[in-house]
């Protein structure tokens, strides 16, 4: 059961991610959270970084979209200075955000993956959807007043996965590990 919130990968930002990695697993399209994932929950114009980061992966021809449970008006807002397709309402841990992007684009399962800070939602929802995950390190230590319910169950969930998962680590880069 605790295999259900086994991340593929984890690094530490999403920054961390590059093209060639991506490349190298056959992935065509991030699909990833919005709120301490890819912006600051509190910052929605996202900084110079990760401004650079995106072009890189456009550039090099992999699609990001948004992945995010939070309403269309809140995620056109955040993601309105990015530039960036979304899929609001994803209700994840459920797979129907993840099922709505994927047809949207016509990936399929392996060519897609799903990053996030959060192991009850993102990890979860993309174990579910039977696509890869990359975990990274939450943007901010503070979160939104519902993120906040979630982060005290990850803790114990944490312990539980390091026990069973003594090699689970942050890493550079995305590996094969798994």
């Not at 890189?56 to 809140?74: E, F, K, L, Y």
């Not at 807002?77 to 609001?88: D, H, N, T, Y």
Request: net charge positive; glycine share 6%; charged share 30%.
């Amino acid at each position: 059961m605790i295999d259900q919130f086994k991340p593929t990968w984890m690094v530490p930002a999403i920054y961390d991610i590059t093209p060639d990695q991506l490349n190298k697993h056959g992935i065509r399209a991030i699909l990833t959270d919005l709120d301490n994932t890819l912006i600051a929950w509190n910052n929605p114009d996202g900084t110079p970084e990760l401004r650079r980061w995106m072009y890189q992966m456009h550039d090099a021809g992999i699609t990001i979209v948004v992945v995010s449970n939070n309403s269309a008006a809140r995620v056109s807002r955040a993601v309105a200075p990015l530039g960036l397709p979304f899929v609001s309402r994803a209700l994840k841990p459920g797979t129907s955000g993840i099922e709505r992007a994927r047809r949207k684009g016509h990936w399929s399962k392996n060519e897609v993956v799903m990053v996030g800070d959060q192991l009850i939602t993102d990890v979860w929802a993309a174990n579910r959807d039977g696509v890869r995950s990359i975990l990274v390190k939450p943007i901010l230590e503070t979160d939104r007043w519902n993120t906040r319910f979630n982060r005290h169950f990850e803790k114990k969930l944490w312990r539980r996965l390091k026990t069973a998962h003594d090699d689970l680590d942050w890493q550079e880069d995305i590996n094969d590990r798994k």
